[in-house]
């Protein structure tokens, strides 16, 4: 079978022209837009692949899928955690620059990847490409990491604080709070599973809300102290800006490891998503330009707004305020700014409305990274989960990021499961970036015939691998001081090396163990279900005796 003439559809490594297995779930449509899909073998990770769904995403759309994502719950939610972990502001704001340079380096390595092979499923492209033996290892390990932490319930859980602070209702019960959260989760699946299209809309429109949140957030900071306004008339007495001179700003400072680890882990949650393009790039128009024109374009904006929305925080709100603010930094901020009515009501309500925004970036990209992972034949009823049908939407995907998002939603123990989430994402997440630091540097060694349209700084590369190494360790750098009551300070790394070594369990038995009791091998075929989705089927192949 030839290439495809189509520019988006020529290999980036010459010669890899695969060929199509025929199956069946439903009927193959001979008409279908993808109708020219090659093979699903490893090796054709290297071909763009187009979406059933089609190309739809633009410039604009694919730079507010990434904004969305990175300007959520983050910036208006952990600086106050943050500021409690380290204990000065100073040491906070050092932080959140060390986090812009450690996230660039780790994006780096990630727009290598992406451009080398431009294809929906980010890591999990990455790493099925990179580690081919032990056979499913690498598959089987970002399903499950993604399937368990893939979610969007953290933002649910600020959409729920904000929206009852700005109604005066923040001291209801957790019952209440959890039903709020859980129906913009349920609300944000149904719009993406049943009007696909408008749902790109909606988060366009709230993507472009959320970035002019944050400017004027920056400018109200520096109106407070241009005019030196006198703030809190309402509250007591008159409070003067928090940053004082050079040796408040450091003073109460904690510098130790695994402090300033879990401050880290919170940094890198506001950062994350400056790949989420990676994960629809086969919706995108000329995938590689556009990831690698709008994952830059949102590193600088993002950085710039990060430090100066933290700068504005500490100029207009207490220290001991912000320690004390929980996931409610931004609400104290406008209240402090603009007063009980403005203030407390109306700009909460527009934070969340930016987590509304988030939300739905969220549920979107989850959803199609999840659907790349049925469509590799991972999960029980891959197929059906890997259809667009009937709505030409990622059903099975959406529902696979639905269920696990709303039991942290409604299981949850307590008010500390934001930072939970936050630090156990990270930390799992550290253990999928050294894999994917170390295999780029395999593959420019073992793979030099690949076409790099971008490559990462070697220094870039090396300095996120062994600082992936450092995080790691961070558990076992414990605090001088224990946090009264709450979490054991290391259950994010238990539960991130717990989901881990339980990956490789469940891998060993279904790859391993199983076929050797029973007599089988595991052997692939190529499937194109009826809406032209190209599905790998692993089937049970008895051993010739």
């Known amino acids: 079978m030839a290439a495809s003439t189509n520019p988006e559809q020529q290999p980036l490594l010459p010669g890899l022209v695969g060929a199509r297995k025929n199956g069946s779930f439903g009927d193959i449509d001979s008409e279908s837009p993808n109708n020219n899909v090659l093979s699903r073998d490893v090796e054709d990770d290297v071909l763009p692949e187009a979406s059933p769904m089609g190309r739809n995403i633009t410039w604009q759309s694919a730079y507010i899928i990434v904004m969305s994502r990175v300007i959520g719950s983050g910036i208006f939610a952990t600086p106050g955690a943050i500021l409690r972990s380290v204990g000065s502001p ?68 600020i959409f729920s604080q904000y929206i009852l602070f700005a109604f005066e209702a923040d001291s209801v019960s ?81 510098w130790n490891w695994g402090a ?32 690698r024109s709008v994952t830059l374009t949102a590193l600088f904006t993002t950085c710039a707004i990060f430090l100066l929305v933290n700068v504005a925080y500490f100029l207009v709100v207490p220290i001991d305020e912000i320690r004390e603010s929980g996931e409610l930094v931004a609400a104290l901020f406008f209240e402090r700014v603009f007063g009980g009515n403005f203030g407390r009501r109306f700009l909460p309500l527009v934070v969340a409305l930016s987590a509304v ?27 059906r989960l890997s259809s667009t049908m009937p709505f030409n939407s990622p059903l099975g995907g959406l529902l696979l990021t639905y269920v696990p ?23 799992s997440g550290q253990i999928l970036g050294l894999l ?31 600082l992936g190494l450092a995080l790691l360790a961070a558990p076992f750098f414990p605090p001088s001081k224990q946090p009264a009551g709450g979490l054991y300070y290391a259950t994010y ?53």
């Open 405 to 427: 998002s709303l039991l942290v939603i409604v299981l949850s123990p307590s008010q500390e499961v934001f930072s939970f989430i936050l630090e156990t994402e990270g930390y």
């Open 260 to 291: 300033i680890a879990t401050a880290l882990f919170k940094v890198f949650y506001s950062y994350a998503g400056l790949d989420n393009l990676s994960n629809v790039l086969n919706e995108v128009k000329d995938p590689v330009r556009t990831l």
């Open 436 to 466: 994917t630091g170390a295999g780029l540097i395999w593959l420019r060694i073992k793979r030099p015939d690949l076409k790099r349209p971008f490559k990462a700084w070697t220094s870039a590369v090396l300095f996120r691998f062994l």
């Open 90 to 157: 100073g040491l906070s704001l050092l932080i959140w620059i060390a986090g812009a340079v450690i996230s660039a380096c780790g994006l780096a390595v990630l727009l290598e990847y992406g451009c080398m092979l431009p294809r929906s499923g980010g890591q999990k492209v990455y790493l099925e490409f990179t580690y081919r033996h032990p056979r499913f290892l690498a598959s089987t390990l970002v399903a499950i990491n993604a399937v368990l932490l893939g979610l969007t319930a953290s933002n649910c859980v």
């Open 493 to 545: 790394a238990i539960v991130g090396v717990a989901i881990f070594v339980g990956s490789l369990l469940y891998w060993y038995v279904w790859t391993i163990l199983l076929p050797r009791i029973r007599g089988y091998t595991l052997e692939e075929e190529t499937v194109v279900l009826q809406d032209g989705t190209a599905v790998t089927r692993i089937i049970h192949k008895e051993r010739s005796s």
């Open 174 to 254: 957790d019952t209440v709070r959890k039903i709020v959260g859980a129906g913009l989760l349920t609300l944000a699946t149904i719009i993406h599973a049943v009007t696909p299209r408008l749902g790109v809309r909606i988060q366009n429109v709230l993507g472009w809300s959320k970035i002019g949140i944050v400017a004027f957030m920056v400018l109200s900071g520096i109106y407070v102290v241009i005019l030196r306004l006198a703030i809190g008339d309402d509250m007591g007495p008159r409070s003067s800006v928090s940053l004082q001179g050079w040796d408040h700003l450091w003073q109460g400072s904690i």
């Open 357 to 383: 925004g988030n939300v739905l970036v969220v549920v979107f990209a989850m959803a199609r990274l999840k659907q790349e992972i049925a469509r590799q034949g991972l999960l029980p009823f891959s197929e």
